[in-house]
């Protein structure tokens, strides 16, 4: 796997993706204005997801190497969230620099329980604090949008994020339950992944270029892709995380299989 970004730099824009979420919810004109893009939440119920969600990964992470996360015991006693908004935005502060402390004192290579035991990321604290960066940047874009104002993700997290995607949420030993295919996501920024999905799961690689097959993947042929996407690294991933539709990408190919890999489980 090839990480974009350096484990200092994830924790940067952690900070700064949690700085542009707070700055949105404090703008807006009333914290139980519903999020279109989670329509089950209101914003004050994204707001606790994010800061929970924080507390209970700087604890699994301060865990340590763990074949299952810390019982939730181990989050008794942690404050909740509190209504009034300036007590919730300082909660958050607070449930992020948890996060940040832990993981900038386990460091990246720190082995770390996490759910994606399966995929290509490893179970380390680097590819917790790659995660924990894509979730946030995501849930700051969702309330954006509750604003009326998306904005696009910033281009370095947007990058790492479409490799961060792929690798952990769609990497798996899981067989593909169709017939086997290769899918290309292309930026419009010059970098390219393919998918190869089969069954013996789902795998990804970089591609050098579009069109060029890596290394890793020798043998395969390089114009197999059966069906591409192509967007800016922001829409790419916000389209890979359910938040725009897969059609507002530039989409060759077999269409069909953007919609058996949105409904593919492999846990099930």
């Not at 380390?124 to 790659?130: H, I, M, N, S």
């Not at 067989?175 to 292309?186: G, K, M, Q």
């Amino acid at each position: 796997m090839e990480n974009t970004l350096e484990f200092l730099d994830l924790l940067r824009l952690i900070d700064e993706r949690s700085t542009a979420f707070r700055a949105a919810v404090s703008s807006a004109p009333s914290l139980d204005v519903q999020v279109p893009t989670c329509p089950e939440w209101t914003l004050f119920d994204l707001v606790q997801h994010l800061g929970e969600g924080r507390r209970s990964w700087a604890a699994t992470v301060a865990a340590g190497p763990a074949a299952a996360p810390p019982a939730k015991s181990a989050s008794e006693g942690a404050p909740a969230a509190p209504r009034e908004r300036e007590a919730l935005l300082a909660w958050l502060a607070a449930s992020t620099q948890q996060l940040r402390d832990a993981l900038r004192e386990a460091g990246p290579d720190r082995g770390c329980w996490t759910w994606w035991g399966m995929s290509q990321s490893p179970q380390t604290c680097g590819a917790v604090a790659r995660h924990q960066l894509q979730e946030i940047a995501v849930h700051t874009y969702d309330a954006q949008v509750t604003l009326g104002a998306p904005q696009s993700l910033p281009d370095e997290a947007a990058l790492d994020g479409v490799d961060e995607f792929l690798s952990t949420c769609c990497a798996t030993t899981d067989a593909w339950p169709h017939e086997p295919a290769a899918v290309d996501y292309h930026t419009t920024e010059g970098r390219s992944w393919r998918l190869w999905l089969s069954a013996d799961g789902a795998r990804t690689a970089r591609l050098p270029k579009p069109g060029t097959m890596p290394a890793t993947a020798a043998g395969e042929d390089p114009d197999a892709a059966d069906a591409s996407a192509r967007g800016t690294a922001s829409e790419l991933v916000l389209a890979l995380y359910g938040r725009i539709p897969v059609d507002s990408l530039k989409l060759d190919g077999d269409r069909r299989l953007f919609d058996l890999l949105l409904a593919w489980d492999p846990d099930e």
